[in-house]
């Protein structure tokens, strides 16, 4: 059963950069995408940005300039880095993996199929 | 962009059906996925594809989707279902992942 799991240091100060991992265990990263989402406080969850495992990138248009996801196959690992933090990036970040295989080998990558339990991040100085 | 909209808050009192929607233009030809979120959890996936169930989520639970509306059903609902619960789909045209604004399901 993968299961994910997030590091980081928990607090950021303004105009920083956000730093996070997530680490994949009980599953590879090749042949996924893999997705970061984060969740204010009160509010909803909002997409960040994906990688899929040969290293191509897609970003939330509102986030765009300010991210980058990488990964680390060797570790079954990937980060995400979010520069020029301000108060509206404080959320709980979730690492997740896309989609599922079927019984046939398709790749179904339209939803996040395993989530791990998130890592809080406060911006303050 | 896709903005999906959700009630902010539903109630239900236990043992009868609680429905939610996640209205979209056209939504009817996206798939769409919802999931729980208890509090202080993760969100877990419950519907994928507008109507399949993963593995270990009760039968209580289904979805549907046509026209402008999805909907998730719940159910028979049991106190344990109390949650937040969050549509959501993949904008083809962006390669974009887009979630709904949530809804606060409350057993009475």
């Known amino acids: 059963q993968v299961q994910l799991q997030e590091s980081g240091p928990g607090l950021a100060k303004p105009s920083e950069t956000l730093s996070l991992t997530c680490t994949v265990s009980?599953?590879?990263?090749?042949?996924?995408?893999w997705s970061w989402i984060r969740q204010p406080p009160g509010e909803g969850l909002e997409w960040i940005g994906y990688?899929?495992?040969?290293?191509?990138?897609n970003y939330s248009p509102s986030l765009k300039s300010r991210v980058t996801i990488s990964l680390d196959t060797s570790k079954n690992q990937f980060s995400l880095k979010l520069n020029s933090v301000t108060a509206a990036d404080t959320a709980v970040y979730y690492c997740?993996?896309?989609?599922?295989?079927?019984?046939?080998?398709?790749?179904?990558?339209?939803?996040?199929?395993?989530w791990g339990k998130g890592t809080t991040v406060t911006v303050s100085s | 962009s896709y903005v999906l909209t959700q009630p902010p808050s539903v109630s239900v009192a236990p043992g009868k059906t609680a429905r939610i929607t996640c209205g979209e233009n056209?939504?009817?030809?996206?798939?769409v996925h919802w999931y729980q979120q208890k509090p202080g959890q993760a969100p877990v996936l419950v519907i994928y594809?507008?109507?399949d169930r993963p593995s270990g989520i009760p039968e209580r639970f289904s979805g549907s989707n046509s026209g402008n509306t999805a909907t998730l059903t719940i159910s028979r609902v049991e106190a344990g279902d109390e949650a937040d619960y969050y549509c959501?789909?993949?904008?083809?045209?962006?390669?974009?992942?887009?979630f709904g604004t949530g809804t606060k399901v409350t057993v009475l």
């Open positions: 997740a993996r896309v989609g599922r295989f079927n019984e046939y080998g398709d790749y179904f990558y339209y939803f996040m199929d395993v």
């Open positions: 594809y507008d109507s």
């Open positions: 056209n939504i009817g030809s996206k798939s």
């Open positions: 959501q789909v993949w904008d083809s045209s962006s390669d974009h992942y887009v």
């Open positions: 009980g599953g590879s990263i090749t042949g996924y995408y």
């Open positions: 990688i899929y495992y040969i290293g191509s990138t």
